[in-house]
């Protein structure tokens, strides 16, 4: 091959490598600002919808965390991995219950994205850090496990205590979580509620039997 040919071939090779950059660096920002023509154009043009950024954070991992629910949909469309994982093991519809996102959460979840995680965080977990009750709502209707713990044996109603949500607490213990439950550092409900001198969500705790 001559030195021509051959220079000519690393040129368009660079030429290709930057063509893939500069479409994936546009479609971060398309997920990021809903913007689903360009998302949708950039998925004709071959951008794969499993593709994901330098911390594992899939597309739809991306549009659910910001609540973009045009892009969602357009993502599940084009076959986006539902349950796909994040570095941290976080899911698409744990984010979007993090943040309170519910029509984000809705559409995940008739997709058959998964509610319950033995062993590990789940959505609903997720949901209580910020007190998210409508999400919170939603999940139990799609089956959550109410008393489901994370690695570490804390609950949905731990979480919710721990963080003062009371109308949560509330709703939790309505739909039979146990607030006897410890965990593995010995914490129960109860505890975090006086932890944070919360009265209220301590009554609310002992009327349905915390010890």
Not at 13 to 33: I, P, R
Not at 126 to 135: L, M, P, S, T
Not at 198 to 208: M, V, Y
């Amino acid at each position: 091959m001559s030195n021509l040919k051959i220079i000519s071939s690393l040129i368009l090779a660079l030429f290709c490598q930057l063509a893939v950059a500069g479409a994936y660096e546009d479609m971060l920002e398309a997920v990021n600002k809903d913007d689903v023509a360009t998302v949708t154009q950039l998925l004709k043009r071959g951008v794969e919808a499993k593709t994901t950024d330098r911390e594992g954070n899939s597309l739809l991992i991306l549009a659910a965390k910001e609540g973009s629910l045009k892009t969602v949909a357009v993502l599940l469309a084009a076959r986006a991995q539902v349950d796909a994982r994040n570095a941290l093991g976080e899911t698409a519809l744990m984010l979007a219950a993090l943040q309170g996102h519910l029509e984000v959460v809705r559409q995940l979840l008739v997709q058959g994205a998964q509610v319950n995680q033995l062993g590990e965080w789940t959505p609903l977990i997720y949901a209580a850090v910020k007190g998210n009750i409508n999400v919170s709502r939603l999940l139990l209707a799609y089956g959550a496990d109410i008393n489901a713990a994370a690695d570490n044996g804390v609950t949905a109603l731990m979480m919710a205590a721990r963080e003062g949500h009371r109308d949560l607490v509330s709703l939790l213990l309505a739909n039979g979580a146990d607030p006897n439950l410890k965990s593995d550092a010995g914490l129960t409900a109860l505890a975090a509620a006086r932890a944070i001198d919360r009265s209220d969500i301590t009554e609310l705790l002992n009327k349905a039997g915390a010890q």
